[in-house]
Each structure stands twice: as structure tokens, then as C-alpha cells.
């Protein structure tokens, strides 16, 4: 590879591609995203075949970790598709194995939570369907977001705040 002989890259990629293909789709579960990461690392390999250092280890290991990489690259953007949060208000929450009167309660106080989420603005509601929701940590939304982590970590504080007040929780 890192003399750039097209006969001796295609004869690479023969020799590892089910090996890069298999551990991408073990990772992956989709085989088109499989092939996708896949053919990327042929890329990169190809690009930087001269960083290879045998003396750290065998090819296969090292392709295999250049796949493990792009793969969980490929994973987290996957989950960082953003959504709007103002949709998971309209989300029903679960109700338990309960008689009419305790479905009616968890129906009134859905709504009640729904509504004032609904109230928060819309940067706080983000944030905070971002955390509460989706599991994300004040960084991650900064990301995603494009806003600085202490913004992020005031509307995610503020809005719980507002929330807590507006449905008369005790507790921070």
C-alpha cells in the first residue's frame, strides 16, 4: 500500500476486506453503514499505509483498529440526529397496570408535565429534552447545540427550575 501499487492495494483489500467488513457490521448492525466504513478504511489506509510502523504490530491489527474507530465515529453521529424536542411532548408516558381513577390521574398529570414543558422557551425546552430525554451530557448538547457548555448547563438548570416551580416538586 505505501507504494502505492494499485495490484498490491487491490490484493490488500482482498486479503482483509471480510475481516474490515465483519467487525464494522458487529459494530454497525446495518450492512450498508458496514460497507460504508469499510470503504473508508481501505481510504484512509491507503492514505496513511506509510504511518504503519510494524514494529508496534501486525497489519490486521492495525486496520482493525483504524475500523473500530471510523465505526464508532459512524455510531455517534448516527446518535447525534437531532430531533425536535417539541415533539416528545406529544409522547404519551407509561402508564402501570392501574384502575380507571389511577389512568385518569396519569393522564391529567401528563398533560400537566406536557404543558409545561410546552411553556419553557424554546432553548431551555432543547437542552433539556436533550439531557432528559435523549441522555446527553451538558458537553454533548454544547455540540450539538454550537453554544458554550455554561450556557447549555444554565437553560438545562433554569429550565428544571422553572419546571419544579410550575408543578410544585420539592427537591432541586
Not at 467487525?23 to 473508508?40: P, S, Y
Amino acid at each position: 500500500m505505501a507504494s502505492r501499487d494499485p495490484e498490491a492495494a487491490a490484493a490488500f483489500v482482498r486479503r482483509f476486506q471480510s475481516r474490515v467488513y465483519g467487525l464494522a457490521l458487529t459494530i454497525l448492525a446495518d450492512r450498508g453503514d458496514a460497507e460504508e466504513v469499510a470503504q473508508e478504511v481501505f481510504v484512509r489506509a491507503w492514505r496513511h499505509a506509510e504511518a504503519y510502523d510494524p514494529a508496534r504490530g501486525g497489519v490486521a491489527p492495525w486496520l482493525l483498529t483504524i475500523t473500530r474507530n471510523v465505526a464508532v465515529d459512524m455510531l455517534r453521529l448516527r446518535r447525534a440526529v437531532p430531533m425536535d424536542p417539541s415533539a416528545l411532548l406529544f409522547l404519551e408516558l407509561p402508564v402501570t397496570e392501574a384502575g380507571p381513577e389511577e389512568r385518569g390521574l396519569a393522564a391529567e398529570e401528563a398533560c400537566r408535565v406536557r404543558s409545561a414543558i410546552a411553556a419553557l422557551p424554546a432553548e431551555q425546552r432543547r437542552a433539556l429534552a436533550f439531557a432528559a430525554f435523549f441522555g446527553r451530557t451538558a458537553r454533548e448538547i454544547s455540540a450539538i447545540e454550537d453554544a458554550p457548555l455554561g450556557t447549555i448547563k444554565t437553560r438545562i438548570r433554569t429550565a428544571m427550575l422553572k419546571l419544579h416551580a410550575q408543578l410544585e416538586v420539592n427537591g432541586p
